[in-house]
């Protein structure tokens, strides 16, 4: 609507601007006229002169001007070979109509193509047009256009569009995109503005821009490349001097000595191997037996015979290396003359690089609360049935894999995304409720005395669960697609991003932290099962039936590892042993955390998502190591809260 | 008769629960000291912190004729120094004969090396066999400990505790689940181990208190409430209040 | 006292008896020295299977005895056979290296020989150069006792850890699965120097031996491997009988009662975590030569815990059980994914084994557990006392 109100007010505004510039003074000159003055440049155009051409029509300020550079560009033009009058035509095949170029009306009909010149400008011709044409996308009615042009002159900063950017600042509707306008022509001043002051000014306000072109520009500006000289010339804006050993290695420091004086090479072994056995003479090379060759220090000494008798040329020895690194000097000089502005540019490219780490590390924050959020929902059921029931339920992550199916067969049957998902959270929690409450009855229950039986019989379910997965939906990845309201991310800017469904996941976290609490807290059933965790016996004999709450324990955290599934299932993959990819970190969650309390593994599933993430951040090539890392980290963490971060004290922690 | 062990302003607390409240106590050697004191008055934690299982927030416990201080100790170093402990429910091995049992507990070197290169000596075979006879089991000697009878492994662990030689031995209500003729025999054993160890008994039964003939501490809120004979303590009226006021 | 030993536990004797007789069946019915009635694989899995026999008795006593669910002794088991490994390609690859470089106008360097070798084993993960822990793999002697030493070590210290802070029960498997992935995850990566996810391969290659038949290594293998298993069941034996196993069979029913008679229960556990683990490292070293191929794969926390299965399976606290349960699943397994079990036509479905072998198993597991928790043990003890 906005859009179409603007459009609407610039069509007004702009045949009187051109108006404007018709009553100018002096004979309005015709677009045929200024083309015939440069006939030939515009037939057959070269980039080298076809300048003047554009020059002229640009500067004529003629509304038709834009739309004939297109077509130009396009060869959308032809030529009358009869008299060079430039044409556009209708019609194809043997004979087609020539249409004015300013009015479009019909010159002549059916006029054979044999004396039209179709006009082909090259490529390089073609950009020299689509520069020329900027200038007015920049004040194209239509803001795509615009917003096409300006992305044009930010992919390729060029000092010729300052002027027409600036000229079209003035005239700019949108805000937005004025904003947009304002910065690049500060881009275009900051790198190639006339004035040291104007561009020290122009860089002094990109130390607030944390944009990647923004960045791009001052980058550009420090551009540096590396020379060697004897001693660094007064007349270089030094960037720094390298050191070899330290800032680069010393055979790359040789290596560019080498380029800039005549020095020998260094040859690495396979070079001097090569060369001896192209002089191997009567089993002797350098007058040395070839039996005595078996070593590097008998090579080098052949080697050195040969080059003495000018057979091969000479080494660089250690020595020579090290005179040529203490005589020459490797340095980085600016590509910018200007130290002024290369300061300026420096200083505003630290405060850049501080706001860029701090985004950095604002993003990575965001990350790890994402990933500390699946933790936690993958966790905090198993965090439930062990504080409860001190059973731990190897079966979790298949659970977790029972409800991320749940959410793939539904949308099986339902198409509408939004509403599958609506369907499938409740269901998946009332599946994985039942499984859970099942096997507590079937299983469990009757080992509550044996923990680490607990822990066998349920890994049993779990190979023949996963196995059973296997069987149903095969080994390949399942897909479990988000509504199409969750894709995208929320672009705060170009450093820090975070994707809706990862939003999305933590609300859910937090929605669930805040039910479990409300249901510890301030129900019944929560009552209930605290007291059942503190004290079991003493809870039984208050009349509450340690069966049914331990029975409804366990359907509630396996009914959680259901919904977690769905979530889980909306970003990663499918697959019967995507429980497995879990089942580990969300016993680490829970250890860290401490068991029986919520809280804790709030905690536990926060250090284990920052963590992994802060590893991964030093070494971003490698989650393995990331996780072998933080395994090893818990393993140590252990050892000084064993247990966990919010621990029981006294008799209810059962010591 | 020298202290054999010092407690001094022993303070702990659970969750803001003050089990041990400002406790110092002291016992000598020989000698066979009964403790009371109503539920909760921390007579279980007074023995977990003197055998090591609970760490105590402030307070120091000195011991042996050096004066060593236990604080630091682990529970297997300080029942390796000498002190001995009976559980309140009897908790002997019951999957290994009552001989197994009572080779564990003999005082031997408990390295986990000395243990696997031991051998069977006639010396140990003779003690068992002593022991065995004192506690009454010399038939079951063979027998799986969980087959015996109650009174029979509160026996046995009796008989653990003596088999492992110490000096101090904190023996947790012995006389829960015996029979009137046991609780004699309990009774005479204990008041003969008196006279050349330091015996600490805890006990809720006043009758059996009474009939060990020794110095009685009432704890109570833990820290000490009196000390003195059974009748003194029985004629305190702060303990007729504890036992049966409020 | 030895001879005093083995009468007290007579099942010993009958243990290596049949053992002997098993072994001397294979010999005479393999193909190197026999009927040829057992193909060379197939006694390679005889093999590869009493290997797995004596890890299985090492975590019988570990878990059985002494009361620790460890989810990693599998890990120690892959240490071992990498260690082995380490030697058997190094040497392996020196050979080949060395007679192409003999052809050579020049004679080779030292340092050609072992870029030539590295760059031949670790080209598959894009290095050339050896890391650091391949320093001893030129050395026979001193990558045998890797097989021993790095286990070991890795148990002590892991142990020591995880005892001193009072990690038990439940806990201490997860940990010990937590510390099994680690390693596991790590090996997966490329620059774990040990050519990460491709493993080592070509194990079935000795060096020494390339005119030797497979179907003679086979045997020879075989042989090493009831031989260790012997050993290391006689050496179990031992330790769970007399004073030792009576104070590691408390520690499981009741640790804290054991440290109120003076042990230093963490020593204990120490003690046999770790020659439990060195135990589990040779079983390694003799199962991977014959498997001829180790990957990162095989450490993976499940295979510790199907350890823990078979140990579950044939009946904890005997040792004889973990051998029972590790062959009869083992075999079982092998029969059911490898066509043998025929399929069941139900009308509507039919069900291939080889998809349904380990519902088949998880579910006759958690029956095990649930219904007759001394597992095939049990059956055997009852039948022995009926005689």
């Not at chain 1, 015709?30 to 440069?38: E, G, K, S, V």
């Not at chain 1, 029509?57 to 396009?74: K, T």
């Not at chain 2, 005479?188 to 060990?212: K, Q, S, Y």
């Amino acid at each position: 609507m906005l859009r179409v109100f603007l459009a609407a007010l610039l069509c007004a505004w702009l045949p009187a601007a051109l108006q404007a510039q018709e009553t100018a003074p002096g004979p309005a000159p015709d677009l045929q006229a200024i083309l015939q003055q440069h006939q030939a440049e515009i037939a057959k155009p070269s980039r080298r002169t076809v300048g003047p051409a554009i020059e002229a029509l640009a500067g004529s300020g003629l509304p038709g001007v834009p739309a004939f550079l297109e077509d130009w560009q396009n060869k959308e033009i032809y030529v009358r070979e009869a008299d060079g009058l430039f044409f556009r035509i209708d019609g194809s095949g043997d004979t087609v109509a020539l249409l004015d170029l300013t009015t479009g009306e019909t010159v002549a009909e059916d006029v054979p193509t044999d004396g039209l010149d179709q006009i082909k400008p090259n490529g390089g011709v073609r950009r020299v047009i689509s520069e020329a044409l900027v200038q007015f996308q920049l004040s194209d009615p239509d803001i795509d256009r615009r917003r096409d042009a300006l992305d044009a002159i930010a992919r390729n900063l060029d000092p010729d569009q300052l002027g027409p950017l600036r000229g079209s600042i003035a005239g700019e509707p949108d805000p937005a995109l004025r904003l947009r306008k304002e910065r690049l022509a500060n881009y275009l001043v900051a790198r190639f503005g006339d004035s040291t002051e104007a561009r020290v000014a122009a860089i002094e306000a990109l130390a607030t821009d944390s944009s990647v072109d923004g960045r791009a520009v001052l980058s550009q500006i420090l551009d540096t490349s590396v020379e060697v000289a004897q001693e660094v010339p007064d007349d270089v804006n030094l960037a720094r001097v390298l050191e070899p050993g330290t800032d680069l290695p010393r055979e790359e420091a040789y290596a560019l000595m080498r380029e800039a004086a005549d020095l020998p090479p260094v040859l690495d072994p396979s070079g001097i191997r090569g060369l001896l056995e192209t002089h191997v003479e009567g089993g002797k090379v350098g007058g040395l037996p070839i039996a005595r060759l078996a070593t590097r220090s008998g090579r080098l000494l052949a080697y050195d015979g040969l080059a003495a008798e000018g057979l091969v040329p000479e080494r660089a020895t250690p020595a020579t290396v090290d005179a040529a690194l203490a005589s020459w000097t490797i340095y980085e000089a600016y590509d910018e003359e200007d130290s002024a502005v290369t300061d300026a540019a420096r200083a505003a490219n630290d405060s850049v690089q501080t706001r860029v780490a701090a985004g950095q590390a604002a993003d990575l924050a965001l990350d790890a609360v994402s990933l500390a959020s699946i933790y936690f929902l993958a966790a905090i059921g198993l965090a439930i049935t062990f504080g409860v029931m001190g059973v731990i339920n190897m079966a979790h992550g298949e659970f977790i894999m029972m409800g991320a199916y749940t959410g793939y067969v539904v949308q099986l049957f339902i198409e509408n995304y939004t509403v599958s998902l609506v369907v499938a959270l409740p269901l998946a929690f009332a599946i994985t409720f039942a499984a859970g409450v099942a096997m507590e009855r079937l299983v469990i229950r009757w080992l509550y005395d044996r923990p680490l039986e607990t822990l066998l019989a349920t890994f049993g379910v779990s190979i023949a669960l996963q196995q059973l997965a296997k069987n149903i939906f095969g080994t390949q990845a399942r897909p479990l697609t988000s509504p199409g309201w969750l894709d995208g991310a929320w672009v705060i800017n170009d450093v820090i991003q975070i994707s809706y469904i990862r939003i999305a996941i933590f609300v859910l976290a937090l929605l669930f932290l805040g039910l479990l609490l409300f249901i510890l807290k301030r129900t019944r059933l929560g009552l209930e099962v605290r007291a059942v965790t503190q004290n079991p016996r003493m809870a039984a004999s208050m009349g509450i039936n340690p069966d049914r709450i331990k029975m409804m324990t366990f359907g509630l955290g396996s009914g959680i590892a259901g919904i977690a599934g769905v979530a889980i299932g909306l970003y990663a993959k499918v697959t019967s042993e995507m429980g497995s990819d879990y089942i580990v970190q969300s016993f680490m969650t829970v250890v860290v955390g401490g068991v029986g309390n919520v809280w804790g593994t709030l905690a536990g599933a926060t250090l284990i998502g920052f963590l992994q993430k802060g590893i991964e951040f030093f070494n971003p090539s490698n989650t393995l190591a990331a996780q072998t890392y933080m395994i090893l980290f818990i393993i140590l963490f252990i050892q000084f809260r064993p247990k966990g971060i919010v621990a029981l004290k006294g008799r209810a922690a059962g010591d | 008769m020298s202290t054999l062990l010092e407690m001094s302003g022993v303070s702990v607390s659970f969750d803001g629960f003050r089990a041990i409240n400002n406790l110092s106590f002291q016992i000598g050697e020989p000698e066979l000291r009964a403790i009371i004191g109503p539920n909760g008055a921390g007579k279980t934690t007074f023995m977990d912190i003197i055998t090591g299982k609970t760490k105590p927030d402030e307070g120091r416990i000195l011991y042996g004729d050096k004066g060593i201080s236990l604080l630091g100790l682990s529970e297997s170093r300080i029942a390796r120094e000498g002190i001995g402990r009976k559980f309140q429910k009897p908790t002997v091995f019951e999957a290994q004969s009552v001989r197994e049992n009572l080779a564990m507990a003999l005082k031997n070197p408990r390295g986990p090396f000395d243990v696997l290169l031991y051998r069977k000596t006639r010396a140990g075979a003779a003690r068992i066999e002593e022991i065995a006879a004192r506690i009454g089991l010399s038939e079951a000697l063979t027998r799986p400990a969980g087959e015996l009878s109650h009174g029979q492994k509160q026996w046995l662990e009796i008989g653990m505790l003596l088999a492992q030689e110490p000096r101090l031995l904190l023996v947790d209500e012995p006389a829960a689940g015996m029979t009137p003729a046991e609780r004699e025999k309990t009774t005479e054993m204990l008041v003969d181990l008196g006279r050349d160890h330091a015996v600490i008994v805890v006990e809720h039964d006043m009758e059996f208190v009474r009939r060990l003939n020794c110095k009685v501490t009432v704890l109570n809120e833990g820290s000490v409430l009196a000390e003195g004979s059974i009748d003194h303590v029985t004629g305190d009226p702060q303990v007729i209040e504890v036992y049966l006021g409020r | 006292m030895t001879r005093g030993f083995l009468a007290q536990n007579p099942s010993i004797l009958w243990f290596i008896g049949l053992l002997g007789l098993f072994t001397l069946g294979v010999t005479v019915l393999s193909e190197a020295y026999g009927t040829a009635v057992l193909s060379t694989s197939f006694v390679k899995t005889l093999g590869k299977t009493l290997c797995l026999c004596l890890v299985a008795i090492a975590m019988d006593v570990v878990w059985g005895y002494c009361g620790i669910l460890s989810l990693g002794h599998f890990a120690f088991f892959g240490i071992g056979g990498y260690a082995i490994g380490m030697w058997l390609m190094y040497a392996r690859t020196e050979a080949i290296v060395t007679e192409n470089l003999a052809a050579a106008v020049i004679p080779p360097t030292e340092a050609e020989v072992s870029d030539a070798i590295a760059s031949q084993i670790f080209g598959v993960v894009g290095a050339s150069e050896f890391p650091a822990i391949w320093a001893f793999a030129h050395s026979l002697p001193l990558q045998l006792a890797m097989v021993v030493l790095v286990p070991g070590l890795l148990a002590l210290v892991f142990g020591w850890l995880a005892f001193r802070s009072r990690v038990t029960g439940v806990y201490l498997s997860i940990l010990t699965q937590a510390m099994t992935l680690a390693l596991s995850l790590y090996l997966f990566q490329n620059d774990s120097g040990l050519r990460g996810n491709n493993g080592l391969s070509g194990l079935q290659n000795i060096p020494g031996f390339e005119a030797t038949p497979q179907s003679q290594i086979s045997i020879a293998f075989f042989w090493a491997s009831a031989l260790a298993l012997a050993l290391g069941y006689v050496l179990f034996a031992w330790v769970v009988s007399g004073k030792m196993g009576s104070v590691i069979r408390a520690i499981r029913d009741d640790e804290a009662r054991v440290r109120f008679l003076g042990y230093h229960v963490e020593s204990y556990k120490l003690f046999v975590f770790t020659l439990t683990a060195v135990v589990s490292g040779i079983a390694g070293a003799l199962y991977y030569p014959q498997a001829g191929i180790i990957n990162p794969a095989e450490i993976a926390p499940i295979a510790s815990i199907y350890l823990a299965v078979w140990v579950a399976i044939g009946g904890r606290g005997r040792l004889y059980g973990a051998v029972l349960g590790t062959v009869f699943v083992t075999l079982l397994s092998s029969w059911f994914t490898g066509g043998g079990a025929p399929d069941i036509d139900l009308g509507i479905y039919t069900i291939q084994w080889t998809d349904w072998w380990l519902v088949l198993l998880g579910l006759s597991f958690v029956a095990v557990t649930l219904f007759a928790p001394q597992g095939l043990g049990g059956l055997v003890d009852k039948l022995v006392r009926k005689s």
